[in-house]
């Protein structure tokens, strides 16, 4: 497949500008870039989701447009998407012959769904529920459909983003088998490492243009960096020394069910966290890593005072308010919607949070001034980039609206800061700055707790490492002890029972 | 050449502005059509309508007494629906709020009560409203039930209240069989503005209440929760604002400014309780509430133009013809346009071409 100078206008933003890409059969293709790099609206082009406004898409050498996904996939292309499209309620089975021409009865489906998986190695029970099942084996659905459909052309839209380690190194044995039986595969991702590893070829984007293809296993991590960043990225430097001090926030044998069916019981979780450092809470998403997050920062009540202790104080039955005056702050993982009100001014937003112990707030009268303030501090402090002083929410980049939510709780100089997936979705600037003001705090003497997927931030900021699985807790694993594997190994549920001098290890272990 | 709705990353001020203004345009070219098919010459009809009532000292004074309570109605619900909690039983709380100050007049009618008849009729009035609203708040809070539902039985179940009170025990004995309360003693009435007209002080105390809804909404952590807890439901949980007691909240503000708006109604301008005490100011008021797009300013204006709408109805059902049930028809198409002109603040239109299908796609 070839895409020649394919180009896509939103309004006058260029999201591709002019693109040409060649794909061959037999070859595992990567394309690289950071997020808003048009990798996304460049792969919805060649699988007939959008139409571009100028330049044309060749099949085996004969000028096509495609109107639609369904077109494309009766060329012999599939895909398979970073959000899976599946109905939590249906068995594997159903969700695939969904997907398929209705022309093949429900129990052949099922056969061949069984037999696709077994050829390529891909363990998949037909008959269960898809919410049941694990992120990993929800990707191998989406897999395995499209597999069924025999594509010339498999695209990828990062694949590895909700895999451990050792799920990852399944998939690229997949790969390979594929790409040995001559199929064309185009493999989106911003991990180095694996494009390195697995990919013959690279074509990097930035900024809606093509910079360069090259060959991967030429180049070293930090040219291929730097050509998509378009600089060198400054490293994030840990503070001098830090001093830690008495545990700031402690979590102490917390069991909570969930609040809705699908979600994850809390089961015993106990975790410690002390003044001048931080801790990293690893796992693959829907472990139980929302349900902490709601107990730890009051949106959900723990069923008795003691399980969360805020600097010496019993705080498990108060408000999100009643914490935050303890000098609590809180960063949740969706930027719209839960950090920040969408459709509100960032100076109705710094009041979302500040409303209770910034002073923002005299007898029940908003003081606007103290709003506009604690926005302009943010701006200032963390470079938050927008159009004008006071814009909604919505209208900012994701790495500038994080950028402003982290700013406006480490502006309030919190002792204890609990924040989830703070660099997820976030160009690799605005990530480094992140990741910078929170070693920065812990230098300040503060009790960071960071609930990451990205095991790379975990593995560069956090001075101890633990791992959600099923709603247990693991042990943590000081930076001296931590690799990828022992995470990977915790992440997927094994157990760590070679290690009993953690006393937490007796019950916080994976089931 | 298919439509498609597209997402502004800023919401369009401009179109907020002229939103309510295209929809009444749309409103009066639908209405033209149907004067037409009716047989009446649409220019006339419309300007019987919506003109002639604005050249008439008397009329205006009726516009003013027919806005009172919609504003006062609409503000209360506003809160509502900026919140994202639906009352639809205004009309239910209005009559209870009437009927709840009207006890205090007709058990004082006759006696020699001082003059703290009225403050405390109206204060019944209010509370009456009140606690009628909670009901359907404390089904959804407590029950889950939807309070859409709810509120709006509730309407009918006061309603025969109503009907079972000025037919029976409260009936006037001196009132020929009528039924009605007897006349309000002058302690018990809201005084006139002007000598001889029917603009009373109640027009005043509506003017008070868009005043403190404006400083309510704009200026206070209150009107933050109320539009943060519409606008974002989960973010309003974790700026630690409870949504359980906001609905109780709005639904008992909402309920007391319909009751007050009851009573004042019973007591001004009809002077005793009757069973039609309200032209459907409760249902018209949500109208209202949305014309003027959950703005108490823009509330006060779209209550005077939904006023325009009664006494050009009235009107027009005497000079051409018409009947009075138009008035509806035309309230019900206003609020179908003010609500698709409304999308347009959030989304834009666009007209895509659609790529010609390729002769041969071969493979």
């Known amino acids: ?27 595992i293709h990567a394309l690289l870039g950071e997020n808003g790099a048009g990798k996304s609206t460049l792969v919805k082009v060649m699988y007939g989701l959008i139409q571009p406004n100028e330049g044309e898409l060749r099949w085996m050498g004969n000028k096509i447009v495609l109107a639609g996904p369904s077109e494309a996939r009766a060329l012999g292309i599939g895909m398979v998407f970073q959000h899976f499209s599946l109905f939590e309620n249906l068995t594997v089975a159903e969700n695939v012959a969904l997907g398929l021409a209705p022309t093949e009865s429900f129990t052949a489906i099922s056969e061949r769904l ?44 990062e694949p590895t983003a909700v895999l451990t380690p050792q799920e990852a190194d399944q998939l690229f044995v997949v790969l390979g088998r594929l790409k040995g039986e001559g199929r064309a595969i185009l493999y989106i991702s911003h991990k180095l490492d694996e494009v390195k590893r697995l990919c013959d070829t690279a074509t990097i984007l930035r900024g809606g243009k093509k910079v360069a293809t090259c060959n991967p296993r030429q180049e070293t991590a930090v040219s291929l960096a730097r050509m998509m960043v378009g600089a ?7 503070a001098s020394r830090r001093d830690v001090s008495v545990p700031r926030l402690v979590i102490y044998q917390l069991s909570l069910a969930p609040d809705d069916p699908h979600g994850t019981h809390l089961d015993r979780v106990s975790l410690e966290v002390r003044g001048g450092e931080i801790v990293g809470i690893a796992g693959v998403s829907g472990n139980g890593q929302d349900e902490l997050f709601a107990a730890l920062s009051g949106e959900r009540l723990s069923p008795s005072e003691g399980a969360i202790v805020i600097d010496g104080l019993a705080a498990g039955m108060l408000g999100v308010n009643e914490r ?59 470079d938050v980039r927008k159009a004008k002083r006071d814009p909604e929410a919505v209208s900012l980049s994701g790495g500038n609206l994080q950028k402003f939510i982290v700013g406006r709780e480490i502006l309030r100089e919190p002792g204890v800061l609990v924040v989830s997936q703070p660099t997820w979705g976030v160009d690799a600037g605005a990530a480094a700055t992140i990741r910078q003001a929170l070693i920065d705090l812990a230098g300040r003497g503060t009790a960071v707790l960071v609930v990451s997927q990205d095991l790379d931030e975990l593995l560069e900021i956090a001075d101890r490492t633990a791992v959600m699985f099923h709603g247990r807790l693991s042990a943590p694993l000081s930076a001296a002890e931590v690799t990828r594997e022992k ?9 760590t029972g070679e290690e009993p001098s953690v006393e937490e290890a007796s019950h916080a272990v994976g089931a | 050449m298919p439509l498609v709705l597209e997402r502004r990353s800023e919401r369009s001020a401009t179109i907020a502005i002229a939103s309510p203004l ?9 209405m033209a059509v149907l004067f037409a098919i009716l047989g009446k010459n649409p220019v006339e009809a419309l300007d019987v309508y919506f003109l002639e009532p604005l050249t008439d000292p008397y009329s205006l004074g009726e516009i003013a007494v027919k806005a009172t309570p919609l504003v006062m109605i609409a503000i209360g619900l506003s809160l509502c629906y900026i919140a994202n909690i639906w009352n639809i039983g205004a009309e239910g709380q209005f009559l209870v709020g009437a009927v709840a100050g009207s006890w205090l007049a007709v058990r004082t009618n006759g006696t020699d009560a001082g003059p703290w008849v009225l403050p405390a009729m109206l204060l019944l009035g209010a509370l009456g409203g009140a606690l009628y609203a909670l009901i359907p708040a404390i089904c959804k809070v407590r029950f889950g039930a939807s309070e859409i539902l709810t509120s709006l039985m509730l309407v009918y179940v006061a309603n025969f209240g109503l009907d079972y009170l000025v037919r029976g025990p409260w009936r006037d004995p001196h009132g020929m069989n009528f039924p009605t309360t007897a006349e309000f003693d002058p302690v018990a009435t809201v005084p006139t503005l002007i000598e001889g007209g029917r603009l009373h002080a109640g027009a005043i105390v509506t003017l008070l209440v868009v005043m403190a809804a404006t400083v309510l909404l704009g200026r206070t952590i209150m009107g933050f929760e109320i539009r943060l807890v519409g606008a974002a439901p989960k973010a309003a949980r974790f700026s630690g604002f409870n949504a359980d007691k906001l609905t109780l909240f709005t639904f008992a503000v909402s309920g007391a400014l319909a009751g007050l708006a009851g009573i004042i109604e019973v007591a001004g301008p009809v002077g005793h309780l009757q069973p039609d005490i309200s032209p459907g100011y409760g249902f018209t008021a949500i109208i209202v509430a949305f014309l003027g797009r959950l703005n108490p300013v823009g509330i006060l204006i ?11 109805g009235e009107n027009a059902e005497i000079a051409i013809k018409v009947p009075l049930d138009l008035t509806k028809v035309f309230q019900g198409i206003l609020l179908f346009y003010v609500l698709a002109c409304d999308s347009m603040i959030i989304y834009r239109i666009r007209f895509i071409r659609t790529p010609r299908k390729p002769a041969h796609a071969n493979v």
Do not use: C
């Open chain 1, 1 to 27: 497949m070839r895409a020649i100078s394919i180009t896509k206008r939103y309004g006058s933003f260029l999201a591709n500008d002019g693109i040409d890409l060649d794909l061959f059969p037999a070859e």
């Open chain 1, 114 to 157: 069984a037999e696709t998986a077994r050829l390529y190695g891909l363990p998949l029970d037909p008959k269960r529920e898809v919410w049941r099942l694990s992120v990993g084996e929800r990707q191998r659905i989406e897999i395995v459909r499209a597999l069924m459909q025999n594509p010339k052309l498999l695209i990828l839209d």
């Open chain 1, 487 to 495: 995470l990977g190994l915790l992440m997927g549920g094994a157990k």
């Open chain 1, 232 to 238: 060198d990225i400054g490293e994030v430097k840990a």
């Open chain 1, 324 to 382: 935050r005056r303890m000098g609590a702050a809180f960063v949740p993982e969706e930027r719209l919607g839960h950090g920040t009100a969408p459709r509100m001014k960032l100076s109705e937003n710094a009041l979302l949070t500040g409303h209770a112990a910034s002073g923002m707030v005299k007898r029940g009268f908003i003081d606007k001034s103290a709003t506009l303030a604690a926005v302009d501090r943010a701006t200032t402090g963390f």
């Open chain 2, 302 to 312: 779209a209550g005077l133009f939904l006023a325009l709408t009664f006494i050009g």
């Open chain 2, 22 to 30: 295209i929809a009444i345009a749309l409103t009066l070219a639908t």
